[in-house]
């Protein structure tokens, strides 16, 4: 049965997996959890070297550390199963996160302020502001107002012509405050749009392969305020 194990490390960290040497820092490990239970689920292997060595785990502690960290870190308390493994003679503790789609969690960050985490690739990131409000709208079933004025049709004009754009970028070109940004970007990624690309090096906004015209005919969008 220690197949699976080995199975999944060879793999290597990805967006749902993660390698944990130890656990000495139950925050630290709060913020994987939230990372895993915010974007698609994931697993923990507690015993394994970042490179894929099977170390074992060193303490029976390492479960309580994991315990404290989902309960008493993160907000609200983050739901977990664990299963201890046999491999090559080591004890591997495998912790399994279900994702959350209905409720967001945070952790403590460095500072011990508690934050949004998401899982890109194999790195867990604060969650970026325009995602954070996406969240939000959709979760209280705001509804979709698209109005199509200088900064909405200025940013659907130029992202014809470039890959991509920030927040800060798209604040710039059109001089508009963050929020009227975010909410701009929030209904055109909900209405599919414009497509969010989060990075370990920052998100990033495109146009998705649509004909956005006709999604903004569909809706009823205004052409002035």
Known sequence: MSDYILKLIQRGENQQLDFKFEIS??????????AFVNTDGG???VGVKDNGVVAGVRSEEEY?????????YCRPEVTFKTKEWIVQGRKVLEVVVPKNASIKHKAPDKNGEYKFYVRVH???????SVLIKLWKNESENVPVKIFLAEAELGLLHYLEKQPAVTLMEFM???SIS???AEIILVN?????????IITEKGTKFALCDTDYQSILEE???YNER
């Not at 309580?64 to 008493?72: N, P, R, S």
């Not at 194999?122 to 970026?128: E, F, K, S, T, V």
């Open 188 to 196: 055109f990624i909900r209405l599919g749009i414009i497509d969010m």
């Open 172 to 174: 710039k070109l059109f």
């Open 178 to 180: 963050k929020p009227k």
């Open 219 to 221: 809706h009823n969008c």
């Open 122 to 128: 194999d790195q867990n990131i604060l969650a970026d």
């Open 43 to 45: 697993k923990l292997l």
């Open 25 to 34: 820092d139950s925050k630290k490990i709060a913020r994987s959890l939230v």
């Open 64 to 72: 309580h550390m994991v315990e404290a960290a989902a309960q008493l």
